[in-house]
């Protein structure tokens, strides 16, 4: 069953701590990117990678990190500087970055108690 | 710098009608990408128009790319309540040659 697997669905994480969302793809694509969205609002672009062990700044990564060892995955970690994390984090991944119909993974909830 | 504006943000229709969302762009667009989101959901792919004055249809979607490729629209005929959702169109940014989003239209349709 091919496609983009996300995990955990719902995360909660005191102030203060470090959280790493996971993000899996058996699609063979060598583009991958995270997305935010908050309540009513679009998609921003917080990191995306072209290729194994590349991978670059979005629009908002400030209080983010990424990591691209493997080519099936493309884990987000949101830290503690990150002011106002409670959001929606959608992964996606295309065949290229050239070929950016983009294919996205079911989200992640986190919540910031 | 390229601006795209997607309009109206909400439209609340009666099933049975019809539904537009556009999108304007100040610059000429390379192509344009449409996705559907329901509620709760993740966004998924629907169409793409490269093409200057490019139709596609999808049952009762039809999809628009304007003639001078700076407009689009994504129009539903006869809505039905499978329908609701937030539909957002997509480009490629002409300085990052990364997708950009637009803001979404949400639509919600009375039964």
């Known amino acids: 069953d091919g496609g983009i697997t996300q995990s955990p669905k719902y995360l909660f994480r005191k102030e203060g701590q470090n959280v790493t969302l996971s993000c899996e793809q058996n699609?063979?694509?060598?583009?991958m990117y995270w997305y935010r969205q908050d309540p009513g609002q679009g998609l921003r672009l917080i990191y995306y990678s072209q290729i194994v062990n590349d991978f670059q700044k979005g629009d908002i990564a400030e209080g983010y990190s990424v990591s691209r060892e493997k080519k099936e995955s493309f884990p987000l970690t949101v830290t503690s500087a990150q002011k106002n994390p409670t959001a929606f984090y959608l992964c996606a991944s295309s065949r290229t970055l050239a070929d950016n119909t983009i294919y996205f993974g079911e989200g992640s909830w986190l919540t910031v108690v | 710098g390229q601006q795209v504006m997607q309009i109206p943000q909400y439209q609340h229709v009666q099933e049975g009608e019809d539904f537009t969302t556009y999108c304007n762009s100040s610059t000429t667009l390379s192509n344009i990408q449409w996705y559907k989101q329901r509620p709760g959901g993740h966004p998924v792919f629907l169409i793409q128009?490269?093409?200057?004055?490019e139709v596609k249809k999808q049952k009762r979607l039809t999809f628009q790319f304007g003639e001078a490729k700076k407009n689009s629209s994504l129009h539903i005929t006869a809505t039905q309540t499978t329908d609701v959702g937030t539909y957002f169109c997509?480009?490629?940014?002409?300085?990052?040659?990364?997708?950009?989003f637009g803001q979404g239209t949400t639509l919600q349709v009375k039964p």
């Open positions: 699609l063979n694509h060598d583009a």
């Open positions: 128009l490269v093409k200057s004055g």
């Open positions: 997509a480009w490629t940014g002409s300085n990052t040659g990364k997708l950009i």
